[in-house]
């Protein structure tokens, strides 16, 4: 009946933390060689509390290699995460450097068109004022 208990209070008291199912198992053996080898009870009252502590320190280090991992892989997909994005902003950097190169050619281009457009104003002026007939000179008759 001790025995019962002792199982039903392992079983309690890692269930709530996640225990594995593995570790139930060795307390529930733990407990059935106990019964099997019909120990005293002093020899049984150490053997519950080895078990207690293997279980607890499995569990225990089950819990470091899961903490640990995140701390791994937490940074290591910031990582990745970053690398995406400055992927992303070096694309976006060249696209707008190849949009200012071509705007920057449209502006020459519009530069050159709008000197041509002056210098033959320019020529053609006089042209003009020529062929304009409020320019020329009113007669005196």
Same mark, same amino acid.
């Given at each position: 009946?001790?025995?019962?208990?002792?199982? !039903? /209070?392992?079983?309690r008291a890692f269930s709530p933390m996640g225990c594995h199912p593995t570790?139930?198992?060795?307390?529930?053996?733990?407990?059935f060689e106990q019964r099997r080898r019909g120990q005293s009870a002093s020899a049984e009252h150490h053997c519950q509390r080895e078990?207690?502590?293997?279980?607890?320190?499995?569990? !225990? /280090?089950?819990?470091?290699?899961m903490r640990k991992k995140q701390q791994i892989e937490g940074p290591q997909s910031q990582v990745n995460k970053?690398?995406?994005?400055?992927?992303?902003?070096?694309?976006?950097?060249?696209?707008?450097l190849e949009n200012n190169h071509e705007i920057l050619q449209e502006n020459f281009q519009l530069k050159r068109v709008s000197t041509l457009h002056n210098v033959l104003s320019d020529v053609f002026?006089?042209?003009r004022n020529s062929n304009d007939p409020s320019m020329t000179p009113k007669s005196t008759s």
């Open positions: 009946m001790e025995n019962h208990h002792l199982l !039903s /209070t392992l079983i570790l139930i198992f060795f307390a529930q053996r733990i407990v078990g207690l502590r293997m279980i607890s320190n499995r569990d !225990s /280090t089950r819990r470091s290699r970053l690398q995406t994005v400055n992927r992303q902003l070096s694309q976006k950097v060249i696209n707008l002026a006089p042209l």
